[in-house]
């Protein structure tokens, strides 16, 4: 298992989701970042919308299922990647970062 697995692992179990839920969320982390043939660490706002247009177009999926999966995503950036020190902090974030992460909620409101 790898270290940010483990740590969205522990953060989704610390935060009492269910066991069908966090069943969801790790394969759906996984296959967002097997898309795009990176670690979910190194992935933003601009994959999701992409990640986004290939459930719908090439895959198919219904609303729900699309709803679904990028619900887990932002279970990623917001609980895993922050408090470990992996998310970069307000000083050292690149130019339009805050642009991408507002692009981001309106992708999926429940960000943080």
């Known amino acids: 298992m790898t270290r940010l697995r483990k740590m969205m692992l522990e953060e989704l179990e610390r935060r009492n989701y269910s066991p069908r839920t966090i069943e969801c969320y790790i394969p759906a982390v ?3 970042a097997r898309y795009f043939h990176r670690s ?14 290939f459930l719908f177009r090439q895959r198919k999926l219904a609303p729900s299922s699309v709803t679904q ?11 895993s990647l922050r408090p470990c020190g992996l998310h970069p902090s307000a000083a050292a974030r690149p130019a339009g970062f805050a642009e ?13």
């Open 30 to 32: 996984k296959d967002f």
């Open 40 to 53: 979910p660490d190194r992935l933003g706002p601009q994959h999701i919308r992409e990640y986004q247009a």
């Open 69 to 79: 999966r990028l619900a887990a995503l932002p279970r990623t950036f917001a609980d």
């Open 100 to 112: 991408q992460e507002a692009d981001l909620r309106s992708v999926v409101p429940d960000l943080c």
